[in-house]
């Protein structure tokens, strides 16, 4: 029977969610051991369900089907609107394993010439050298350093909802000794972690951070992704600490963007709400908003922004206060634990690791949600 653990609270940090799962065999999972981890995912929103090695890709599939059975069978990267030439900065096109219908390989490095059926390929995930503003040196790197990739929520947003959940079984881990994850932002803030592992920052952490002058025009505002937002984002590049755009770069022009649709652009409500718990997210993913619609109140008349330096400034200024040590939580999995969010009520990010530590594999599904995040009142 499934056991729920939530992470112990780690002296001198504020990232208070996460949790364990023991007990379960996701091949074979009944109703009742089902509920308890869905539930699991909506209250702690990260958990980590230990000792899958032998997981199915085809169960691991079905299982992220069942928390969304009204959803279309497929990986949410793997909709019509994702080719190569709208997948952009969301980098090369996937590997999904034979016979799982929508479980792909993420990761970096060689897979062995035959992985679950897929042969001799290469992973490579999109790192910090090709987001961040100002990269580490390869002498930074040689000493240890490390950097989060970029803080995103996983979907396509354009033409398809964002995923609901997410998970990731660890098949392969790196190996090498710990590394310090550096900010590089003036701030001189560190990390030490392990490598391989993924970060996470909890949304509803954000918006209880904000003012209550913040907190109305987040309750009541909307936000719009570019069309083809992987492409749209242009030379701009992500922070060195991971999370929010750095000044400079430019976007591409509407018209020079491969072919796109007004029906698949939508406005997103700023602030997302638990389906299972009613909690509020500040959920709004920096590199591809093109518009705010910004309004107090219900009575008010949006304010349509499309400036883009007014869009980066004002998220930075909130975002600035969920970027440090200790509201971020890496939490440990090793080779055969499946990690699980909800990617609705957190972002999450990689973090490089030399490639000299060898290959990371993991089985990666998530698919576009059938329905649309609720906002927490008609905002759409
Ligand atoms: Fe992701």
Partial sequence: MATVTPLPSVAGSNAKFGATITGVDL????????????????????????????????????????????????????TEDVTDETSGVLGPRFNVIPGSTGVTVV??????????????????????????????????????????????FD???????????????????????????????????????KPGLTAFIDSAQVYSMLTDEERKIADHSRWEPAPQPYVWTGTRKIRNNGLGMASGGETVLLEKLPAWTPEKVYQFPMVWVNPVTGVR???????????????????????????GERIRVFLNNIIDRIIKPENILVPMYEEGDVVMFNNWEVMHSSIDFPLTYGARTMHQCHIPSSTFPAGPMSVQ
């Fill in 281 to 307: 997210s500040f959920q709004v993913l920096p590199d591809v908003v093109r518009k705010f619609y910004l309004r107090k109140g219900a009575d008010e008349e949006e304010e349509v922004v499309e400036e």
């Fill in 155 to 193: 979907g396509v947003i354009y033409g398809a909802y964002p995923s609901r959940v997410t998970t990731l079984r660890c098949v392969r881990a790196p190996k090498g000794p710990d590394l310090t994850v550096r900010w590089d932002d003036g701030s001189g803030l560190t990390m030490k972690v």
């Fill in 27 to 78: 091949n074979h999972l009944s109703d009742a051991d089902f509920e308890t981890i869905r539930n699991a995912i909506y209250v702690h929103k990260v958990v980590v369900v230990k000792g899958q090695h032998d997981l199915v890709p085809a169960k691991q599939f079905d299982f992220v089907h069942r928390l969304d059975p009204a959803a279309d069978r497929v990986h949410g990267f793997d």
């Fill in 107 to 152: 990761g970096q490095g060689y897979q062995g010439d035959d992985h679950y059926g897929l042969k001799g390929i290469t992973a490579k995930s999109t790192t910090h050298f090709d987001a961040h503003a100002e990269p580490l040196s390869p002498e930074d790197v040689a000493a240890g350093a490390t950097r989060f990739g970029a803080f995103h």
